[in-house]
Nanobody, 126 residues
């Protein structure tokens, strides 16, 4: 079992940056693919980015591809989401999610992830 805890959310002006962290407990973290999802008020949760268990493979939603970067530090059992050039449309609760998978193939479906954090709020003001 892997437990995930997000942090780093907050209020930022449009054009600013934030770095979210997803800290994991459990030795299985190094065998997990990890993804970030987000849910804006009144909208369904959507995929943002994913990273393979090795960290060598990454996958992004088109809406964030040139602005966000996902990375992982296995020594710290942490996955990061660097968010640059933030827009008001990025306002949402951001969740990290994981699944045990030693595969380079990354997916964007919520159903393909088993472990979820509680979320962290990101608010971008115009």
């Amino acid at each position: 079992q892997v437990q995930l805890v997000e942090s780093g959310g907050g209020l930022v002006q449009a054009g600013g940056s934030l770095r979210l962290s997803c800290a994991a407990s459990g030795r299985a973290f190094t065998d997990c693919r990890i993804a970030w999802f987000r849910q804006a008020p009144g909208k369904e949760r959507e995929f943002v980015a994913a990273i393979s268990y090795t960290g060598l493979d990454r996958y992004y939603a088109d809406s964030v591809k040139d602005r966000f970067a996902i990375s992982r530090d296995s020594a710290k059992n942490t996955v990061y989401l660097q968010m640059n050039s933030l827009e008001p449309e990025d306002t949402a609760i951001y969740y990290c999610a994981g699944r045990l998978s030693r595969s380079a193939f990354l997916v964007s479906s919520e159903g393909q992830y088993d472990f979820w954090g509680q979320g962290t709020q990101v608010t971008v003001s115009s």
